[in-house]
């Protein structure tokens, strides 16, 4: 079993984490019902991640027939599989908001029925480092790769959570410099400030945000 965790992190709202251990093979093997979802990937790798995410899907809400969608800007959506989003509700996600991460060896999911949701999760490399000056703003202060990290998961975590304002990352300020287990960012173009919490881990770093 593959699945490492399902965490009800405030009301609502349900984060699952998924170890890719597994070819798709074995998936399909383990989980027949996946066999229910057309992969449009190829690769082995993509396969991989298009199958663990919805096994976890599933694993999260106990429903075989909900499925994730893509609308045309790209963001993730739940429906019912086999049915089309109507038209009116494809804004909204079909009465659920998801988001979706998936690194080296793991996937993450963030549901909920009423609330924005945003996740991101990076396997740990000193990767960060050499892309810096694309993410990071000349007011931040990020001096260890550890901090870049976090920046950057946070990052990838506010874009997902204000998908609608296609934010740049020079478009999103640390309020500080990454410490502990949570990080406040603002959303300049809103004005917002998000608070994104931190998980760190051995192989990896989480970080997920809720939009009140």
Known sequence: MALISIEEVCEGVRLGLWRMDEEPEELLAHFPYLRCFECPYKHSARRKEFY??????????SDPELCIDHVESGRP??????LEIPEKRRDTGAGW???????????????SRDKAVGVDIEYRSDRVAK????YIRPDEKAGTVEQ??????????LYKLHSDDRLDYF????????????LMLEN???GQQVKVHVIPAPDYVLTWAVDF
Do not use: D, F
């Open 77 to 82: 959506v739940v429906s019912g599989r086999g």
């Open 171 to 182: 478009e999103m300020r640390a309020v500080a410099p990454p410490n502990g287990n949570e």
């Open 188 to 190: 300049i173009k809103r």
């Open 97 to 111: 908001q998801v988001s979706i991460s998936h690194t080296k060896g793991y996937a993450a999911l963030m549901l």
């Open 131 to 134: 892309i810096a000056a694309h």
């Open 148 to 157: 870049m990290l976090v920046l950057w998961c946070a990052k990838e975590t």
């Open 52 to 61: 663990s995410v919805r096994a976890l899907l599933i694993a999260m809400t």
